[in-house]
């Protein structure tokens, strides 16, 4: 079957990389079988449970009989849910025939770039970028175009670089704030700024993910949409998983110009039919319901995260950023490069990330996967404990590298 494996799968399949960040959760998953004492830094996922208001949301749900499919761009519910939610929080006027509810924030992004894009269409990504952005556009046809910035500037590509990425060909801009891998969360006047850039060129949509947005630091969570320039033009994803602690409950949702939804939903309408009828009720409970939950574990992350920065600060060669929201540091680690301890030697962010994982069973992601070969991720969606004790081994295993 090997042999002829290439023939038999589809060109886009074998174009398509893995989800890394998934990957690494599997090799943990099976090292942990093995028996090895494994520390998982590496997936983006809240520790904590869904908060009991929600869950108690959806068991009523099922008692009520919701157990049946729903319109496919969600309950109508849900979808004026959402509506309130802009504008209570984002300041967005998405009406509720405005709004998609998927199967995730990940299928809004799918279902956005299968409705948008023609082969040869172009994306501009800011980078580093969240693994599947790339491999989505890829998927879809479209040419992911980064624009980069690295750790000396906080990861925020400058209004020029955003400039000079627009062509003719150009779709939309996609990017997210507060920002998977980096933590960099964007003010009001950098995204006013990019907003002129974009607002001059008519054909160019822009798609902001704003999934992070309750895990957010500086206490001011600006929505680019809210811009009068780009606002007409401007689609915000949004999700539970996140800010509810809800990855497992596949629920996220857009807000879009109408034929835009429009045309999401038809897409959704032949893959998925939707999101789960009794998930949805809960999620509407969710959206508004007390946010005391959410901003307790908000507080959480930014106690953890001033251990991960004071710890990392300790060991040489690691240069972080000050991530300003979500649950990600993405420090640059390419002082290790050239480096060895008299058997591996480093070359790259992938073999950083092997040597850590392989010699002290801490499972991290490598740069690479996000545009940014000189860094790594590490999520401290983890116990302060497990934490305190990965960094602990990290530094150890890292000091054997001359
Ligand atoms: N966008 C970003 C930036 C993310 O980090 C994630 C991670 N899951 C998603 C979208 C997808 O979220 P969901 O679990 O709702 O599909
Ligand atoms: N978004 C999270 C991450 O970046 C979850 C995994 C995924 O969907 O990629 O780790």
Redesign the pocket.
């Known amino acids: 079957m090997t042999d002829t494996t290439t023939t038999i799968l589809s060109q886009r399949v074998m174009a398509l990389a893995e989800?890394?960040?998934?990957k690494m959760?599997r090799m943990a998953r099976e090292l942990r079988a093995l028996g090895h004492d494994v520390i998982s830094l590496?997936?983006?996922?809240p520790d904590f449970d869904t908060p009991d208001f929600i869950k108690d949301a959806a068991y009523q749900a099922l008692k009520d009989g919701y157990t049946k499919y729903t319109p496919v761009a969600g309950l109508p519910e849900l979808t004026k849910a959402v509506s309130e939610k802009f504008k209570r929080d984002n300041n967005l006027d998405y009406r509720p025939e405005q709004i998609v509810v998927s199967n995730?924030a990940?299928q809004t992004v799918y279902n956005l770039c299968q409705a948008l894009l023609d082969p040869g269409d172009e994306v501009v990504v800011f980078a580093p970028y969240?693994?599947?952005y790339w491999e989505i556009v890829k998927l879809s046809g479209g040419v992911p175009v980064p624009v980069y910035a690295g750790v000396e500037r906080d990861f925020k590509p400058t209004p020029e670089q955003l400039a000079a990425a627009i062509t003719e060909r150009t779709k939309f801009v996609l990017f997210s704030s507060p920002c998977?891998?980096t933590g960099t969360v964007f003010d009001r006047e950098e995204l006013k700024a990019y907003a002129d850039v974009i607002a001059p060129h008519q054909h160019v949509l822009i798609v902001s993910d704003e999934?992070y947005e309750y895990i957010n630091f500086t206490h001011e969570h600006v929505s680019i949409g809210s811009f009068p320039n780009v606002k007409d033009r401007t689609i915000t994803i949004n999700g539970f998983?996140?800010g509810f602690a809800m990855?497992g409950w596949r629920l996220g949702y857009m807000g879009a110009p109408r034929f835009i939804a429009d045309a999401c939903s038809k897409i959704q309408g032949q893959v998925t039919s939707g999101a789960s009828s009794f998930g949805q009720k809960a999620g509407a409970v969710a959206l508004m319901g007390d946010l005391g939950p959410t901003e307790k574990m908000r507080e959480a992350f930014r106690e953890r995260r001033d251990i991960v920065l004071s710890m990392l600060e300790e060991i040489p060669g690691i240069k972080a950023n000050h991530p300003d929201g979500a649950f990600?540091v993405f420090p640059d680690i390419s002082a290790y490069f050239g480096k060895s301890d008299g058997q591996t030697i480093i070359h790259n962010s992938d073999d950083f990330c092997d040597y850590v994982m392989s010699g002290a069973y801490v499972g991290l992601?490598s740069g690479a996967a996000f545009g940014d070969p000189n860094c790594f991720?590490l999520?401290y969606a983890a116990s302060e404990e497990q934490l305190r004790e990965a960094i602990r081994r990290m530094k150890d295993i890292l000091g054997r590298l001359k």
């Open positions: 989800s890394e960040t998934l959760a590496s997936l983006g996922e995730g990940k969240w693994v599947s998977n891998p999934i998983a996140k990855t990600y992601v991720r999520s």
